[in-house]
C-alpha cells in the first residue's frame, strides 16, 4: 500500500469503515471475485433485467397520474378530437398523461416500449437456455422458475394493455370475458366474478390496477430474486471450449470486468429504449378512442406476445356442442385454454421429461452445443413454428389486405400449415444438425477445408485439408456419446417378472427416438489412421514444394507447367523422390 | 353486411327496374327525363349528350347499351350522379378485369367527362345526386363528434385510423388516407360494395360533414408520438419490435461480448 493513489487511499478508508460495521469484507471479498463465463447469448438474461428496471421506473411515474376509475366524465383537455367526449376516468387520466403531463407521453412510450422488449428478451432467454440444454440437472428448478416468470409476464402486459380503457384494452377484455365464459360448467360465473357483474361492469379497472401494479409486479421481482439467487449459487453454465470443462467456470471475474460490462450494457438497454420512445409510437390510444361495448375497430390486435392466443382462436374452426341445453364452445375453449395449458405445462416438465426419457442423470454445467441434441433441437424449432403460425393467424386480416388476399384462404392455409408444418420442421431440423455432427466428424478425422485446390503434376485436383485448430478441437470434442436405454427384459435373470416392464418399454423407445441417430465422435483409433492417411497425401503433394532446380516450375499457384522429365503421375513423382533421398 | 347489402340494393333495384319498364313502355327517352325530380342535379342539355356518347364507349359494354345492365356490370339506372362519380373519381371504373372487388387505380377521364357521364346517368332516373359544395364543406364541423361516429359507423371496416381492414373473402375496405371530401361523402350517399349506405335518415348532413372533418384530421394531424408505423396497431409494433429493436440489442450484445476478449 505505499504507493497507493489518494483514491485509494480514500476507498480503503470508507471499506473499513463500513466493514466495522457490516462485517461486509469478507462476504464481498469472496463474491466480487466470482467468475463469470463469457459469452453474448449470456447477455439475453440481462436485457430482460434491465428492461424491467425500466418498467418499473417509467411505470412508477405513470401512477402518479393515473386514475384507475370507470365513472364517466367529459373529457376537457388539450387533444381537440376529442373534447367534449364522454369517457372513463382511466382513459381521461392516459389522455391526459399523453397530452397534458410534462414527459408523460415519452414515459407512457418507454414503459409500453420496456414492456415489449421485456417480454420478447424473456422468450429469446429460454430459447437460449433450452437449445444449449441449460435447464438440465441441477437447474430444473431455475427453468421452472423461468416458465412462472413468462406466465407473470404474460399477465403483467395484459393487465397492463387493459388499463388505458380505450377501444383496444376494452375490445380485449371482451375477448378475455368470452374466454372466462367457455370454461365448461364454472364459465359464466367465473366471468361475473371477475367483473363483479355484468359486463364492462365499473370494477374491473381498478381490479386490474391491483393486480398490475402490486400482485404481478411483486411476484416477478420475488421471483428474479431468487431465479438471479440461483444462478449466482448454482454458477453459470458455459460453452465448451479449451479448458473448460464440466467442473470449471472458465471467465472474468465480478469486479471490475463483468461490472463494468453489465453496468455499461444496462446504459445501452436504457439507451436504445428511450431512444425509441422518443422516435416511435407506441399505442395511440387517442386514436382509438374510449372504450364502448357496441364498438369495435377492424385491425383489432393484441401486443405481440398475446397475438398466437388471438390467432389460435382466429384459426379454431366454430365448433360447438350442446349438452343439456349448455352450449359448450370449443371454438373459444380449445384455443385459449387448452392449446396454451399444453403448450404451458409441457414447456415446464420438458426438462424432466427429457431427463427421464433419456435416462440422463449426471450434472451438467458444460452447455450443449444444439447440433449435438438433435431431437431437442427438433422439438424447439418445431415448437417456434407451432406458435408461429399461431401467431401469423394473429395477424391474418392484416396480411390479407397487405398482400391481397382473401382472409378465407390464408385462414385454411394456415389450418392446415398449422398441423403440417410443425413435424416437417421438427425433421428438416433434426437432419440438419446430424449433418452438422457428421462434419464435424469429419472435421476431426480430415481437418477443415481450406478451400486451396491444388493440381497435382499430373493432372488431378485437390483440396488442401488442413488440421483444425486447438479451439474448435475443445469444441467438437466436448461432444457427449449418448446411446440408447438397453431394452428392458420381461424377466430377470432369475425369471422374476418385470413389474415396471411396460414403463421401462416406453423410456427405451423414446431414448431410442432420442439418440438412435446419433453420430458418434471418432475413437482415437479412427483419428489416428485418419491422420496417417493426411500425412500421405501431404507427401503426394509435397514434391512440387520440393523440386530443388525450381526454375524448372514456372508457375506454381493456379496451374503447373509441364516441362521435359516431370513426373505424370503420382506414383512416379513418389518413386522419383525416394530416389532423390537416397541417391 | 349481407343483410345491409340487400337493404340497400332492393328499393334501388326495384326502383331501377321500374323504371326500365318505363322506358320500355313509353318508347321513349324522353319520357324517362321528364320524369325526373327536380332534387336530383341535372346537367345541360349537352352535357347528358356527351355524358351518353362516353358512357357508350367506355361503359356500355358491361353495363348495357341503355344502363339496363349484363352479365358483366349490374345497372346503373338509379344508381346516382354521385355513384358514377365516385365510382369514375376514384378510377374504380371502368373496371379492368373481374374480382373480388373494384380496385382504386389511375382515373382516365377528366373531371368534366366523368360529370358529363354522372349526368346522363343521373338523367336516366332519380338516384344519388353529387354533393354540393356546402354539402361537403367541413369548416365549422365538430371533429370529435366526427370522431365518435366515424367509431361507430366506419371503424369496424376501416379501422380506427382509417388504415383500412379486411372483409371477408378477398374483399376489404379501402385505407381513406387519400380520400377527398367529395368522394367520401358520395361514398357515404352511394354504398359501394359491401359499404352500407348512410342516408340522410341515418347521418344527417351535419353529421356526415363531422364525419368528414374528423377523416380530415386523420389525414392531416401529425402524430404526436413520432413515427406512426402506418398506424396499424399493435401487429406493426410487434414486427418493428423483433426486426428493428431487436437487431440493436443484440447488436449491442455481440459487442460487449467481443469487447472483452
Ligand atoms: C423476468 C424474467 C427473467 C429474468 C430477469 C432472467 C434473468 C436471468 C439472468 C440475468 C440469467 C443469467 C444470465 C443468462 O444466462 O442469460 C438467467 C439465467 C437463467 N434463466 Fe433466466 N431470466 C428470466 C426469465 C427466464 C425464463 C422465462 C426462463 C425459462 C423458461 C429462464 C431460465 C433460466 C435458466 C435455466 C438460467 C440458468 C442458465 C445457465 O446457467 O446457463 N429465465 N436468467
Redesign the pocket.
Known amino acids: 500500500m505505499s504507493t497507493s493513489s489518494p483514491v485509494e487511499t480514500a476507498g480503503a478508508a470508507t471499506a473499513t469503515y463500513v466493514d466495522k460495521r457490516l462485517g461486509s469484507n469478507r462476504f464481498l471479498g469472496r463474491n466480487l471475485g466470482k467468475v463469470f463465463p463469457d459469452h453474448w447469448s449470456?447477455?439475453?438474461?440481462?436485457i430482460?433485467?434491465y428492461s424491467?428496471i425500466v418498467v418499473l421506473l417509467t411505470g412508477t411515474y405513470l401512477t402518479l397520474f393515473y386514475k384507475p376509475s370507470m365513472v364517466e366524465v367529459l373529457y376537457d383537455g388539450s387533444y381537440v378530437p376529442l373534447k367534449g367526449v364522454m369517457m372513463s376516468e382511466a382513459y381521461e387520466s392516459t389522455l391526459n398523461i399523453s397530452f397534458d403531463v410534462r414527459g408523460g407521453l415519452l414515459i407512457r412510450q418507454m414503459h409500453h416500449w420496456a414492456a415489449l422488449i421485456f417480454v420478447a428478451a424473456?422468450v429469446v432467454?429460454?430459447f437460449?437456455?433450452f437449445f444449449?440444454g441449460?435447464?438440465r440437472k441441477p437447474?430444473e428448478f431455475?427453468?421452472l422458475?423461468?416458465?412462472a416468470?413468462?406466465t407473470m409476464?404474460l399477465a403483467a402486459g395484459f393487465t397492463g394493455y387493459s388499463l388505458p380503457d380505450d377501444l383496444l384494452s376494452g375490445t380485449g377484455l371482451q375477448i378475455i370475458r368470452g374466454i372466462l365464459q367457455s370454461i365448461p360448467v364454472v364459465g359464466t360465473w367465473a366471468a361475473f366474478l371477475v367483473f363483479g357483474g355484468e359486463f364492462p361492469g365499473t370494477d374491473i379497472i381498478s381490479r386490474l390496477y391491483a393486480a398490475h401494479i402490486l400482485l404481478v409486479p411483486g411476484l416477478?421481482l420475488a421471483?428474479?430474486t431468487v431465479?438471479?439467487m440461483m444462478?449466482w449459487t448454482?454458477k453459470?453454465?458455459q460453452f465448451p471450449g479449451p479448458g473448460r470443462t464440466n467442473d470449471n467456470v472458465v471467465g472474468y471475474p465480478l469486479l471490475p470486468v463483468y461490472m463494468a460490462k453489465a453496468g455499461g450494457f444496462f446504459f445501452i438497454v436504457f439507451g436504445v429504449i428511450a431512444l425509441i420512445s422518443g422516435l416511435v409510437t407506441i399505442n395511440p390510444i387517442w386514436i382509438f378512442g374510449p372504450y364502448t361495448p357496441d364498438q369495435v375497430s377492424a385491425g383489432t390486435q393484441p401486443d405481440w406476445y398475446i397475438g398466437w392466443l388471438d390467432g389460435a382462436l382466429r384459426l379454431m374452426p366454430n365448433w360447438e356442442t350442446v349438452v343439456a341445453g349448455f352450449t359448450i364452445s370449443w371454438n373459444i375453449f380449445i384455443p385459449s385454454v387448452v392449446i396454451p395449458g399444453i403448450l404451458f405445462t409441457g414447456?415446464a416438465l420438458y426438462p424432466f421429461l427429457e431427463a427421464w426419457a433419456t435416462g440422463d442423470k449426471r450434472e451438467h454445467n458444460l452447455?450443449d452445443r444444439p447440433r449435438n441434441a438433435p431431437v431437442r433441437t427438433g422439438i424447439g424449432v418445431m415448437a417456434i413454428t407451432f406458435y408461429g403460425i399461431l401467431w401469423i393467424g394473429g395477424g391474418n386480416d392484416l396480411i390479407a389486405t397487405a398482400f391481397d388476399l382473401s382472409i378465407n384462404s390464408l385462414s385454411w392455409f394456415l389450418r392446415i400449415t398449422l398441423i403440417v408444418a410443425p413435424p416437417i420442421a421438427f425433421i428438416v431440423t433434426k437432419r440438419i444438425c446430424l449433418g452438422l455432427q457428421r462434419r464435424d466428424r469429419d472435421k476431426l478425422l480430415h481437418g477443415y477445408e481450406s478451400g486451396r485446390v491444388l493440381r497435382l503434376p499430373h493432372g488431378e485436383f485437390i483440396e488442401v485439408h488442413e488440421p483444425i485448430n486447438y479451439k474448435e478441437l475443445a469444441v467438437i470434442t466436448s461432444k457427449t456419446d449418448y446411446s440408447p436405454l438397453p431394452a428392458p427384459e420381461k424377466t430377470d435373470a432369475d425369471g422374476v417378472k418385470n413389474k415396471k416392464y411396460l414403463i421401462q418399454k416406453i423410456q427405451h423407445k423414446i431414448s431410442h427416438f432420442y439418440y438412435a441417430d446419433d453420430v458418434k465422435k471418432p475413437t482415437a483409433a479412427e483419428i489416428e489412421a485418419a491422420q496417417h492417411h493426411a500425412a500421405h497425401d501431404a507427401m503426394l503433394e509435397a514434391p512440387l514444394h520440393e523440386y530443388e532446380d525450381a526454375d524448372q516450375i514456372s508457375t506454381f499457384h493456379g496451374g503447373v507447367l509441364h516441362h521435359p522429365g516431370m513426373p505424370e503421375t503420382n506414383a512416379e513423382q513418389v518413386a522419383q523422390q525416394e530416389n532423390r533421398s537416397t541417391t | 353486411m349481407k343483410f345491409l347489402a340487400a337493404r340497400r340494393r332492393n328499393p334501388i333495384v326495384a326502383l331501377g327496374l321500374l323504371l326500365f319498364a318505363l322506358v320500355v313502355v313509353g318508347g321513349g327517352y324522353a319520357v324517362v327525363t321528364e320524369t325526373q325530380p327536380a332534387t336530383a342535379a341535372m346537367g345541360s342539355q349537352t352535357q347528358v349528350e356527351d355524358g351518353e356518347r362516353l358512357y357508350l364507349e367506355g361503359c356500355s359494354s358491361c353495363h348495357g347499351l341503355q344502363a339496363e345492365g349484363t352479365g358483366n356490370g349490374p345497372t346503373l339506372i338509379g344508381a346516382g350522379a354521385a355513384a358514377v362519380h365516385f365510382q369514375v373519381a376514384t378510377g374504380r371504373m371502368p373496371l379492368a378485369a373481374p374480382g373480388a372487388q373494384a380496385p382504386a387505380k389511375e382515373v382516365i377521364y377528366t373531371e368534366s367527362e366523368i360529370e358529363a357521364m354522372s349526368a346522363y346517368v343521373a338523367s336516366l332516373a332519380p338516384g344519388p345526386a353529387i354533393p354540393s359544395a356546402e354539402q361537403i364543406d367541413f369548416a365549422d364541423a365538430d371533429v370529435a363528434e366526427g370522431g365518435v361516429l366515424f367509431r361507430i359507423n366506419c371503424a369496424q371496416c376501416h379501422q380506427a385510423a382509417g388504415q383500412g381492414g379486411a372483409l371477408t373473402q378477398g374483399k376489404y375496405a379501402p385505407s381513406l388516407m387519400e380520400s377527398t371530401p367529395q368522394e367520401i361523402y358520395e361514398a357515404m350517399i352511394t354504398g359501394p360494395e359491401n359499404m352500407p349506405i348512410f342516408a340522410d335518415s341515418t347521418l344527417q348532413v351535419e353529421e356526415k360533414q363531422a364525419i368528414l372533418a374528423y377523416i380530415n384530421e386523420l389525414q392531416e394531424a401529425p402524430s404526436p408520438g413520432g413515427l406512426a408505423l402506418g398506424r396499424l396497431g399493435p401487429v406493426a409494433e410487434g414486427l418493428f419490435l423483433w426486426t428493428a429493436v431487436f437487431a440493436a440489442l443484440i447488436a449491442a450484445a455481440v459487442w460487449i461480448g467481443i469487447k472483452a476478449r
Open positions: 449470456f447477455m439475453l438474461g440481462e430482460v433485467l424491467f424473456m432467454h429460454a437460449r437456455v444449449t441449460a435447464y437447474r431455475n427453468w422458475i423461468g416458465v416468470l413468462l409476464a416477478i421471483l428474479i431465479h438471479l444462478v448454482q453459470h453454465t414447456l452447455l
